[in-house]
C-alpha cells in the first residue's frame, strides 16, 4: 500500500525566511508519479508540480523549488523569501501508475502542512 | 480556458436522504476524480472515471456512487446520508492519457453537511 507523510502539521515563520515543507513517501512500484498541491484559505487545491519516479532532478520555479531523493523517499518543498500570500495548507501526493493507457490510481495525499507566514 | 466547477457549492441534508453533486472539468479533459476531504481523514480518493467508465475505486461504502457523461460531466451520488459524510467533496480534472498519471486540476469542492 502507498502512504505519504507530512510530519509537520503546522510551521509558522516570519515573512522573508525560508522554510522547507518535508513529504516522505512509501511505495512497492518502481513507477509512481509525485505531487504537491497548495490549498488556500477559498479551499480550492492548486496544482504546483509533477514529479515522475524517473527523473531525479531537482526543481526551481522562482521562490518555489523541490528536492527529490529516492534514497531516502523523500520529495522536500523550499519556498525560499517567503510572503504572506504563501500562507495555505500544502499537501504532498503520491499516485501509481497502473494503466497503460494512462490516468492514475488516485492521489494518496498527505495529511498537509499549514504553513503561517508571519508580516 | 474555463476551470473546473462544482455545484452547488454548499448542501444541508438530513441523515438517510440522498445527495447528488455535480462536476464539470475543464474543456478537452477526459478524465474526472473525486476526492472527500474532512479534518480527521483528510483527503480520500473516491473514483476516476475516464470516458463515462469508471477506471479506478478508492475504499469507500457503496452508498458513493458516480457516473460521466459523453461530455465528460460527472457526478456523484451518496446515498442514505450519515453525518460522517459531512466533508468538502473535490472534482478534479486531468486529460487523462497515456504516459502517467498528469496533473489534476481541482475544482472548488462542494461543502456538505448531513445533520
Known amino acids: 500500500a502507498q502512504k505519504v507523510t507530512q510530519a509537520q502539521t503546522e510551521i509558522s515563520v516570519v515573512e522573508k525566511e525560508d522554510v522547507t515543507l518535508d513529504c516522505v513517501y512509501e511505495?512497492?512500484?518502481?513507477?509512481?508519479?509525485l505531487f504537491w498541491y497548495k490549498q488556500p484559505p477559498s479551499g480550492e487545491l492548486v496544482f504546483l508540480i509533477r514529479?515522475?519516479?524517473?527523473?531525479?532532478q531537482n526543481e526551481i520555479s522562482g521562490r518555489y523549488s523541490w528536492n527529490f531523493q529516492k534514497s531516502t523517499s523523500s520529495f522536500n518543498f523550499t519556498i525560499t523569501a517567503s510572503q504572506v500570500v504563501d500562507s495555505a495548507v500544502y499537501f504532498c501526493?503520491?499516485?501509481?501508475?497502473?494503466?497503460?493507457?494512462?490516468?492514475?490510481?488516485?492521489?494518496?495525499f498527505g495529511k498537509g502542512t499549514h504553513l503561517i507566514i508571519q508580516p | 480556458k474555463a476551470g473546473v466547477t462544482q455545484t452547488p457549492r454548499y448542501l444541508i441534508k438530513t441523515r438517510g436522504q440522498q445527495v447528488t453533486l455535480s462536476c464539470s472539468p475543464i474543456?478537452?479533459?477526459?478524465?474526472v476524480s473525486w476526492y472527500q476531504q474532512t479534518p480527521g481523514q483528510g483527503l480520500q480518493f473516491l473514483f476516476e472515471?475516464?470516458?463515462?467508465?469508471?477506471?479506478n475505486k478508492g475504499n469507500f461504502p457503496g452508498r458513493f456512487s458516480g457516473r460521466q457523461f459523453s461530455n465528460s460531466r460527472s457526478e456523484m451520488n451518496v446515498s442514505t446520508l450519515e453525518l460522517g459524510d459531512s466533508a468538502l467533496y473535490l472534482c478534479?480534472?486531468?486529460?487523462?492519457?497515456?504516459?502517467?498519471?498528469?496533473?489534476?486540476?481541482f475544482g472548488p469542492g462542494t461543502r456538505l453537511t448531513v445533520t
Open positions: 478534479a480534472s486531468s486529460y487523462g492519457l497515456a504516459g502517467g498519471p498528469d496533473e489534476q486540476y
Open positions: 474543456s478537452g479533459h477526459r478524465s
Open positions: 514529479r515522475n519516479s524517473f527523473d531525479e
Open positions: 501526493a503520491l499516485s501509481e501508475a497502473k494503466y497503460s493507457g494512462g490516468g492514475a490510481d488516485g492521489l494518496t
Open positions: 511505495t512497492r512500484d518502481t513507477t509512481y508519479y
Open positions: 472515471y475516464f470516458s463515462e467508465t469508471q477506471r
